[in-house]
């Protein structure tokens, strides 16, 4: 759960700056994923970390 979250963050944050669908933002962090050789959720926790202030979160973690 708590990597869906993440990458669901990382695409919003994908789809807000290149003005993208969902889709095209999935399709851009998955080719990201494969080229860097690293885990998606990794990727979208490292992206997610650069934009805010740390980690995501849910509204239910305290």
Not at 10 to 26: D, F, K, L
Not at 32 to 49: F, G, M, P, Q, T
């Amino acid at each position: 759960m708590n990597s869906r979250t993440v990458i669901n963050l990382a695409v919003g944050i994908v789809m807000g700056q290149n003005r993208c669908s969902q889709g095209e933002a999935v399709d851009i962090l998955t080719a990201a994923s494969n080229h860097r050789n690293i885990k998606l959720r990794d990727l979208a926790a490292e992206l997610v970390a650069k934009m805010g202030d740390g980690p995501g979160r849910t509204h239910f973690e305290r």
